[in-house]
Nanobody, 125 residues
Framework: QVQLVESGGGLVQAGGSLRLSCAAS????????AGWYRQAPGEQREMVAG???????NYADSVKGRFTISRDNAKKTVYLQMNSLKPEDTAVYFC???????????????????WGQGTQVTVSS
């Protein structure tokens, strides 16, 4: 029932833009810390951007100045705005988040980490 679902991936030309969304669904009280990761074929998964519950952000050096991570707590959604895309940005992008889950009728909560299934981003020359 609890899921993270990414959307917004696709094919774009170099220099173009995409916005990825990561929506949490189910009995979720809130998204706590969250981030975006990516993995290209034959390479390690790497962190692209992170955002804390309080809104502090950090980025991989390779995307600084081009990507922006943000969040909408009311919508329980995390975004990744990607501008000035390069072919080397091509990868499967994954959302990761620590979710505060509502576990009973009294509203008790626990925190669990979840991964989305990934969305493909392909940047052509």
């Amino acid at each position: 029932q609890v899921q993270l679902v990414e959307s917004g991936g696709g094919l774009v030309q170099a220099g173009g833009s995409l916005r990825l969304s990561c929506a949490a669904s189910g009995s979720i009280f809130s998204i706590n810390d969250a981030g975006w990761y990516r993995q290209a074929p034959g390479e390690q998964r790497e962190m692209v951007a992170g955002i804390t519950r309080g809104g502090s952000t950090n980025y991989a050096d390779s995307v600084k100045g081009r990507f922006t991570i943000s969040r909408d707590n009311a919508k329980k959604t995390v975004y990744l705005q990607m501008n000035s895309l390069k072919p080397e940005d091509t990868a499967v992008y994954f959302c990761n988040a620590k979710l505060s889950l509502v576990v009973n009728i009294e509203g008790a909560r626990v925190e669990r980490e979840y991964w989305g299934q990934g969305t493909q981003v392909t940047v052509s020359s």
